[in-house]
């Protein structure tokens, strides 16, 4: 490198710093924004509401509370409630006691949340009482936020003295992890308030917004969501599942609630847009603010939403693992001339604040503008490293060879990137075996040690492998002694009971023996691509004999790109997930012009038993409603217009 460009990387593009209350915690300055506006809504959810006062009264009672059954600082506690008012009020009083929440998804297995639980050594677990029964054995004391309630409202109104600071932790998030088991990232306050502080600057927030809160609080973008809304006024709305039974139920609801700013997944981002450019559909208009982040987002996409969406409505894109603190770089995306030619992979941005991001070849070196390397971050929003995990720690934690503070230290992203000429940051790739599915950050060699350990899988390799949605989906290549019988269902049950449900194949396939490199390793290359005849093992194929068990399966070969269906076939082991949910329902109510929603599909989940309930939902339609004529109808149409672009 010569010296200019060296400096221009290392320096110039580097020069991040900004000033924000480094000693302060995250619920104290949700304490000031409190103080300031007491009378302003806070949260909503469902019709209920919590101004700023309630909610820091709230929060203040069940922080006392904790505090005598011991939580203060560096205390770790779980907490497993569902999206709730209750669930903000959990969180802000773990961390008004001066503890560190450690988010426990209730849609997790049992085993996965023993071993979150056990590994975290939590003395507290705070939930509600209709989750009791669905969690696994702990140590943990509980602390019931509803069954409680008295005792709870016997506590203090007022702000709760705790002793935390900057450099305490504030929450534990578990990833998945490449020994089989999932590892806690270790975030402090100060790591936490930087990027809160950092991130209203980037999205120009105001108080007067209503966010949506969208992710699951096991996921740091609810984090996001959370405090950046909470410490500047604004209003949290939080979203319900009845929310995502369609692309435009998500946008009716989102018209209904006034909301201004959505936090978003790429991939549902990707399945709105679709829905924009295909159906019609236009984004409310109260909407001004989409960020999105999670996975890199699909240039064709993109070209899509500036075709569909005015150029008042902002979108910004965030880039960052859970290590570097939520974000470490952002990007305004909101018009073409912002992205570049639009075949072009879209950049990722620029460090945020106080962060800084050097591209180095293996031997920590950094590479030329264009040139592909590895990605590394440091500066404040590092987490302290894993929980219990000191070798791990010290693998992806290197020191800083460009710093001259004491103890600073690097964050290997494994991420392959390159510098354009402008600053910003292209995503080309990972250069491990870890993947991002619909948002989810994965290890393959998780999944591959729970199938190891299923008694009649002799050998096994995951893959990720695209379909035609610009979805990601994983397939499992299996060496077993048997496929006989019930092995799959009994296999899938076996993966359920110990993954969470968008760690679990969506296809297998069986081979005699795994492909072998001549250094005697897997040949990952030389694995076949799944057939999209989907066979299953233990499920005889049945064709399908009714209208309606036809449309259905023509819609489902459509989104899951597969050509052969049995009228048994169960739409999550398919590999359904929730936005293909989205997809089927918005389909099926396309051609049957009935409604359908999400529920539907989790208690009809085969095609014969779906196409049985909408036969039997028809029945109580008037007979021009009936679903029979009307796909015979569409079909009709559908041949002239064949037939009249054939003869064009």
């Excluded at 990232?185 to 790591?191: A, E, L, Q």
């Excluded at 603190?325 to 912002?338: C, E, L, Q, R």
């Excluded at 899988?457 to 035609?468: M, W, Y």
Aim: hydrophobic share 40%.
């Amino acid at each position: 490198l010569r010296e200019v460009e060296r400096q221009r990387l290392l320096v110039q593009w580097n020069a991040t710093t900004k000033a924000y209350p480094r000693h302060k915690c995250i619920h104290e300055l949700f304490e000031r924004q409190a103080a300031q506006t007491p009378e302003a809504v806070a949260v909503r959810h469902e019709g209920r509401e919590l101004s700023y006062g309630e909610l820091n009264k709230r929060a203040n009672q069940l922080a006392g509370y904790l505090r005598k059954r011991g939580v203060g600082p560096e205390v770790l506690v779980g907490i497993c409630l569902p999206r709730s008012v209750e669930m903000i009020v959990g969180l802000l009083g773990i961390l008004k006691a001066g503890g560190a929440y450690v988010p426990l998804d209730p849609a997790y297995p049992k085993q996965r949340l023993e071993y979150m639980l056990g590994d975290t050594g939590a003395r507290l677990l705070v939930t509600e009482e209709g989750m009791r029964g669905g969690l696994p054995e702990h140590g943990a004391s509980v602390v019931s936020i509803d069954g409680e309630r008295e005792e709870i409202g016997r506590e203090s109104e007022e702000d709760v003295e705790s002793e935390v600071s900057g450099d305490n932790l504030a929450y534990v998030i578990y990833t998945s992890g490449s020994t089989g088991k999932p590892k806690g990232v270790m975030v402090r306050h100060s790591s936490l308030v930087n990027f809160i502080e950092m991130a209203k600057i980037e999205y120009g927030l105001k108080p007067e917004d209503r966010l949506l809160q969208f992710a699951s609080i096991s996921f740091d973008a609810a984090a996001e969501e959370i405090y950046t809304c909470l410490t500047l006024g604004a209003t949290l709305v939080l979203r319900t599942d009845a929310m995502l039974y369609s692309v435009p139920v998500f946008f009716d609801s989102c018209r209904e609630l006034g909301i201004t700013a959505l936090d978003l997944p790429t991939s549902y981002w990707h399945e709105l847009t679709r829905s924009l450019a295909s159906q019609a559909q236009q984004l409310p208009e109260s909407i001004r603010l989409v960020i999105i982040g999670g996975e890199k987002a699909l240039p064709e996409r993109l070209s899509a939403w500036h075709k569909s969406v005015p150029g008042h409505v902002r979108l910004m894109q965030g880039y960052g693992p859970t290590e570097v603190t939520v974000v470490a770089t952002i990007d305004d995306i909101s018009t073409p001339d912002m992205v570049g030619p639009a075949n072009r992979e879209v950049p990722i941005g620029r460090p945020i604040g106080n962060a800084q991001t050097f591209i180095l070849d293996k031997n920590l070196q950094p590479v030329p503008i264009g040139v592909a390397g590895e990605l590394h971050v440091s500066g404040d929003g590092l987490a302290r490293g894993y929980l219990n995990r000191p070798e791990a720690t010290a693998e992806k934690f290197i020191p800083n060879p460009f710093s001259e503070e004491p103890g600073a230290r690097l964050y290997r992203t494994g991420d392959k990137v390159r510098y354009l000429p402008d600053g910003r940051i292209e995503f080309l790739g990972r250069i491990d075996r870890q993947v991002k599915i619909r948002g989810f950050r994965i290890e393959l060699e998780e999944i591959e040690i729970v199938l190891s350990r299923y008694p009649a899988v002799q050998d096994a390799a995951v893959a990720a492998r695209q379909n035609g949605h610009d979805d990601k989906r994983l397939v499992a290549y299996l060496v077993a002694d048997s496929a006989e019988g019930a092995f799959l269902s009994d296999l899938r049950h076996f993966l359920r009971d110990q993954l969470p449900e968008y760690m679990v194949p969506s296809a297998f396939v069986m081979l005699d023996s795994m492909p072998m490199t001549p250094s005697g390793k897997v040949n990952r290359d030389a694995l076949p691509e799944p057939s999209n005849n989907h066979h299953e093992i233990d499920t005889a194929y049945v064709a399908p004999r009714t209208g309606i068990e036809q449309t259905i399966t023509g819609v489902w070969r459509e989104v899951f790109d597969v050509e052969k269906l049995s009228t048994h076939s169960n739409f999550f082991d398919l590999g359904g997930h929730s936005l293909s949910l989205v997809r089927v329902c918005s389909k099926l109510r396309e051609v049957m012009n009935i409604e359908i929603s999400m529920i539907d599909m989790f208690r009809y989940p085969t095609i014969s038993s779906l196409a049985k309930f909408l036969s039997q939902k028809e029945s109580e339609l008037p007979r021009s409603q009936h679903i029979h004529d009307r796909v015979e109808k569409q079909r009709e149409a559908f041949m002239r217009r064949k037939q009249m672009s054939g003869r064009v």
